[in-house]
């Protein structure tokens, strides 16, 4: 398989994803500005939508969309634990994470990080993510994980999009059980690695 990944972009959720379930894969950097892979390509022609993550199958058929990306990985690697078996109540939680991830956290970012998004638009969208950290942090009491004990699809996505706080002044501490779960991702081993791999830590 081949993920096309920007660094700290969202595709560090499948990115992730591959490491944790021990999956044999390869990456290739897309410069999302210009659109132009590590390798020369033209994005636009791996991905008519312009955005990663792209994961490219055995097959040769491409996969988009990051929420159905990572459970195709964990899916494809069933032992890894990564996602609950499809059908059962478990799955449909995880699902319920990841849409929630996707809806109300991933895409309030991208207008606060546009240069010609109005300050009063960046504001309200600061103070909506507020909101929904505050009823995460109430979720994350007394859980490692927001499954419970074990580590699934959906902590690689809310940490992706977690990391991002920092880039728009938004301390995770005022939402102790969120920055403690926070931390605990940060310090899974194939988590670093992954950040590692895109230079994102040393
Ligand atoms: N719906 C897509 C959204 C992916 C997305 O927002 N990708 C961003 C990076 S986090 C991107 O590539 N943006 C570049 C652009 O839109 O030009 C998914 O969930 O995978």
């Known amino acids: 398989m081949k993920l096309y990944f920007a660094p700290g972009a969202c595709s560090l959720s499948p990115h992730i994803v591959l490491r944790e379930a021990g999956a044999r894969f390869e990456l290739e950097q897309v410069n999302n500005a ?3 892979t590590k390798s020369g390509e033209d994005f636009w022609k791996v991905n008519p939508k312009g955005q ?10 491409k996969l988009t969309e990051g929420p159905v990306i990572v459970q195709y990985i964990a899916d494809h690697s069933p032992a890894s634990g990564l996602a609950p078996a499809a ?13 929630f991830t996707t809806s109300e956290l991933h895409k309030t970012f ?13 504001k309200l969208s600061k103070e909506n993510l507020g909101k929904r950290f505050d009823w ?3 979720q994350l009491a007394g859980r490692m994980y927001l499954m419970g004990d074990k580590f699934t699809i959906a902590d690689a996505y809310l940490f992706t999009v977690l ?3 920092a880039r728009i002044e938004i301390d995770l501490a005022k939402w102790p059980n969120l920055k403690a779960y926070f931390d605990r991702v940060a310090a899974r081993p194939k988590v670093r690695e992954a950040m590692k791999a895109e230079g994102l830590i040393q």
Not at 87 to 98: A, I, K, N, P
Not at 110 to 122: L, N, S, V
């Open 34 to 36: 210009e659109k132009k």
């Open 136 to 138: 995460l942090d109430k």
């Open 163 to 165: 990391r991002w706080t």
């Open 87 to 99: 059908g059962t109540m478990d799955r449909y939680r995880v699902q319920e994470w990841l849409n």
């Open 110 to 122: 991208g207008p606060i990080f546009r240069p010609t998004t109005p300050d009063e638009f960046k």
């Open 52 to 61: 990663v993550p792209v994961l490219v199958l055995d097959s040769g058929e």
